[in-house]
């Protein structure tokens, strides 16, 4: 009987414990100390911490329209079962352009950060260009990244860049640069349809 009981609060345990979906994982760096952020985003096939004014590039996914991969390594941080929301923004005004957000896995690099596991599936599928309704071209014009991280503690950090988004030139045939022109009118592009995740635009406004 004893035995039967012991099995019993085990199974129990499982099931309480997959409830929740995957554990924390292990702490990177201190995590009795605030999150350390660093937006990162992908340029030329490869992810890059980001500074002001570089470039990140515009690329068409597998699921239509044209994304921009961006997001977040982090230092203080229980990152396998993160949340990551990143928007675009105008830099001269509080206007969102786009936004996504998803769960994310960081994980430790070595360097200690944690750092996205796979840059199409824990970076964030940012939807662009077909939102743009301003005066300026969305491609090689200045935007605002910013990148919230809430981890599976619940504590929460923000990394802010401004930066360039470019048409990869071996996209050009795809229409990249013709679709993220601003246009007021005229021939209108013929561009993929948009369909780019799990987009929460409409959501924000």
Same mark, same amino acid.
């Given at each position: ?33 605030? /999150? ?23 690329? &068409? &996914? ?13 230092? $203080? ?11 675009? /923004? ?25 750092? &996205? ?7 964030? $599928? ?13 491609? !090689? ?13 619940? !504590? ?6 401004? /930066?360039?988004? !470019? ?23 013929? /561009? ?14």
């Amino acid at each position: 009987m004893l035995l039967m009981r012991a099995l019993v609060a085990t199974m129990a345990l499982s099931v309480v414990g997959g409830c929740g979906g995957e554990a924390p994982g292990p702490c990177v760096g201190d995590c009795t100390l605030p /999150i350390v952020l660093e937006p990162v985003g992908m340029y030329t096939y490869e992810s890059h911490v980001l500074a002001d004014g570089d470039p990140v590039s515009i690329q &068409p &996914p597998l699921q239509g329209g044209y994304v921009m991969y961006v997001g977040v390594r982090a230092k $203080n941080v229980h990152g396998l079962t993160a949340q990551l929301s990143a928007a675009i /923004i105008d830099v001269d005004s509080p206007q969102v352009v786009a936004i996504e957000q998803r769960p994310v896995r960081l994980l430790d690099d070595g360097t200690g950060w944690a750092s &996205p596991d796979i840059a199409s599936q824990d970076l964030a $599928n940012v939807p662009v260009c077909s939102r743009v309704t301003g005066p300026e071209d969305f491609d !090689r014009s200045p935007w605002r990244l910013e990148a919230r991280l809430t981890d599976s503690d619940g !504590r929460t950090a923000v990394a802010t860049v401004v /930066i360039e988004p !470019r048409c990869a030139d071996d996209y050009d045939y795809l229409g990249c640069r013709c679709a993220c022109e601003a246009r007021a009118g005229g021939e209108p592009c013929t /561009i993929m349809e948009q369909d780019a995740g799990v987009g929460a635009l409409d959501a924000a406004r």
